[in-house]
């Protein structure tokens, strides 16, 4: 194997990729429950002891995540989507979860007014369930077609980045 994979990201990619996923997930999912768990019976407390280091955690990870996400973005789903025959609709799906994932977590980090705030929270949580769900769906998705090998009998692998001219440099001389 030449280290190329599927995704169009390397073995280290990959995994940095799904480990940033998980650990976004996972404090997403510990926020969650945090905010629909009964409220403390301290009166002087407003929120669990622990929701700030959840919190501070998933706001820290989440732009790693993103990161990944280009990077994905540029290697795996433009190619595919420039070359006209996307795979799966899972992945389409993925892509629009994650655009109003990130959309929706920056609103909730510059909203000041309670109700957008709660409509960006909803929406965040919303997006990001789907996207967990789905992301499962789309892995697994991968292992149940054909050994890996796309409807049409081609493998998964995804189609080579159309070449862009490399223009000589016309610099001082």
Known sequence: MNGVRRSGLSLAELVA??????????????LLVLRLSPPPEDAFAAVAPSFPFW???????????V???GLLWARHASPFLRARRPRRLSGVALLLLALVMVASGYGLQVSVEEALRQSFRWLHTI???AWL????????????????????GQNGACPPAPK??????????
């Open 17 to 30: 990729f799904w480990l940033a996923q998980l650990l976004v997930g996972v404090t997403g999912v510990a």
């Open 55 to 65: 919190q501070h955690a998933h706001v820290l990870a989440a732009p790693i995540l």
């Open 67 to 69: 990161f990944f996400l």
């Open 127 to 129: 997006a990001g369930l």
């Open 133 to 152: 769900a789905t992301a499962g769906l789309h892995l697994l998705g991968r292992r149940a077609t054909n050994g890996g090998q796309s409807a049409n």
């Open 164 to 173: 862009v001219p490399i223009l000589p440099y016309r610099g001082r001389s």
